[in-house]
């Protein structure tokens, strides 16, 4: 019998999970705003959404989820990235979604990577997971990102404010 050994490796990032206490807002965000789509999530026993990329075969990349599993030690789910500073998503239409961030009522935060075409957009769900859209710039039409004070993202500062959250549901 002849023996395949495939060596080890990382093929990609399968998907995020996000633990929200307000799933329909939480869904109205990552699909009003954000454009991904519903797909198929088996029942787990607790509430949540699959989302994914709005193709033919469109893979889930967004997992949520809330209840049970979802809250924390007080009974409900913790807000923010923790550890994770931010998840970063490839996207195009850079104008478009400043558009979308303006008409759901969303703040957000803008950056030019230095020395690279990349453009990028800062914004945060429902559930204070700070979101990195990022665009190549050589590819989009209109303006650079806006770097001018209180637009421009700095690392490591955050700018959710929870009580002034738009209910997007």
């Known amino acids: 019998m002849h023996e395949t050994k495939t060596a080890p490796m990382v093929a990609g990032l399968f998907h ?36 994914g990329v709005p193709l033919p075969g469109g893979q889930a990349i967004m997992h949520i989820y809330a209840g049970g599993p979802a809250l924390g030690p007080e009974g409900v789910t913790p807000v923010g990235t923790a550890a994770i500073d ?16 303006k008409e759901a009522g969303l703040d957000w935060r803008e950056f030019l990577v230095p020395g690279t075409t990349l453009w990028q957009l ?28 209180g637009r421009r993202y700095v690392a490591g500062s955050s700018f959710f404010n929870a009580t002034t959250y738009p209910e997007l549901a």
């Open 16 to 51: 995020v999970a996000i633990k929200t206490n307000n799933l329909a807002a939480t869904v109205a965000f990552y699909t009003k705003v954000l454009g991904l789509v519903s797909v198929f999530r088996p029942d787990f026993g607790y509430p949540g959404a699959w989302l």
């Open 86 to 101: 931010h998840v970063s998503i490839a996207c195009r239409g850079y104008h478009a979604y400043v558009a979308r961030f």
């Open 122 to 149: 800062f914004v945060y769900d429902p559930s204070g997971v700070q979101l990195e859209l990022t665009f190549d710039g050589s590819c989009e039409d209109g303006a650079s990102p806006d770097m001018s004070d």
